[in-house]
């Protein structure tokens, strides 16, 4: 007499109920994963940012001179707050074509202007964060920076104000040697979480 065919022996899946524990910490699972891919994609954009700004230090540095100063640093970040006047004055000129109706690029200018005055109250006030280029070791190392994203935690930032500009001794506004690389930690930052938080640039808002 022929056996009763018993399929491939696999017993079927088990539906989850839906307001089991199990079900539960499946759901909990998977907001927790899309959570972490999303702050995974947030500190990569915010690398990029920041990685393109240290870009822009490293390619605008006067390749003659082996050390900075304050002043130096402050004439290099002046530059680097008007690296937009060019696009502006574009802007301009598109919208002042005679019988151009509406305004052209209108929300770019917008987040471009919201920029320009939020790094320009950043160096008047708190300080604008640029490489420090101004101790001797750590110029050096940003020099040899490739543009890895992976390796900026090795670049140490220093804070620059505006005030800096007014410095009227000379003995202090002098290149720092190696050497001082130790007594100048209030000075120096790391690469760490909360500076990228506090320095999304181009990535988030243009």
């Given amino acids: 007499m022929p056996k009763p065919n018993k399929g491939n022996g696999k017993a079927p899946e088990k539906v989850c109920h839906p307001y089991s524990r199990k079900a539960a910490y499946l759901a909990g699972e998977e ?20 990685g393109e700004k ?16 304050k002043i130096d640093a402050c ?77 900026l935690p090795n670049i140490k930032l220093r804070k620059v104000f505006k005030k800096d500009l007014e410095t009227k001794n000379e003995e202090d506004d002098k290149p720092e040697d190696a050497d001082d690389d130790d007594d100048n930690k209030d000075d120096e930052d790391d690469l760490d979480d909360d500076q990228l938080d506090e320095d999304v640039l181009m990535s988030d808002l243009l």
């Fill in 31 to 50: 907001i927790r994963l899309k959570k972490k891919n999303r702050s995974n994609k947030d500190k990569a954009t915010r690398l990029s940012g920041i």
């Fill in 54 to 69: 240290l870009m822009w230090f490293q390619e605008n540095l006067d390749t003659e001179k082996t050390a900075f100063t």
């Fill in 75 to 151: 004439y290099i970040v002046e530059r680097y707050l008007q690296r937009f006047e060019p696009e502006l004055e574009q802007i301009e000129l598109a919208n002042g074509i005679k019988g151009r109706q509406g305004r052209l690029h209108g929300a770019r200018e917008a987040v471009v202007k919201q920029t320009m005055e939020r790094e320009l109250e950043q160096y008047k006030n708190v300080g604008f964060e640029i490489p420090d280029i101004i101790n001797a070791k750590n110029l050096k190392t940003f020099r040899e920076w490739t543009g890895d994203v992976k390796k």
